[in-house]
């Protein structure tokens, strides 16, 4: 059962936070996940330059990457961060949606790995990226 956009899109809808940021899921399948945050001003980390809080780049990007893994073929039916490393590259630019693409790369019974990037209207140069650690837990491989 390959999981698509209809599971993603019922995901983020039931995440609190996922629907108080905005997050819309663009893109689902083979492990690798997009997700995009509107800009709003009720996420503005600085009032004097307009700019987006780096909490909710990291929230947009750690929900991605989750959606990444249950998009890997292996089929995780659960999954919870263990590790995220964000590095952010420069400031998003006010008014701009952000997107987060996030792949998961490698998966064992117990552990996920995956690799993202946010950007803003400027695809050429990424926002933040991050590199992370999920537990997992696969179809059939209960404890």
């Keep these: 059962m390959e999981r698509g956009l209809d599971f993603a899109r019922k995901f983020v809808a039931a995440l609190p936070h996922g629907r108080l940021l905005g997050m819309n ?34 929230a ?25 490393r964000i590095d952010y590259m420069r400031a998003a630019t006010p008014g701009q949606t952000i997107l987060a693409r996030a792949e998961c790369y490698h998966m064992t019974h117990t552990v996920a790995f995956i690799r993202a990037q946010a950007f803003d209207d400027n695809r050429d140069l990424p926002v933040a990226t991050a590199s992370g650690a999920f537990s997992v837990e696969l179809m059939g491989k209960r404890a």
């Design 25 to 58: 899921v663009v893109a689902m399948a083979n492990g690798v996940a997009e997700l995009e945050m509107p800009y709003d001003t009720k996420l503005i980390g600085d009032p004097e330059t307009g700019v987006i809080h780096g909490g909710a780049v990291s």
């Design 60 to 84: 947009l990007m750690d929900t991605c990457g989750g959606l990444a893994i249950f998009a890997h073929p292996l089929q995780a039916i659960t999954t919870a961060t263990l590790d995220l």
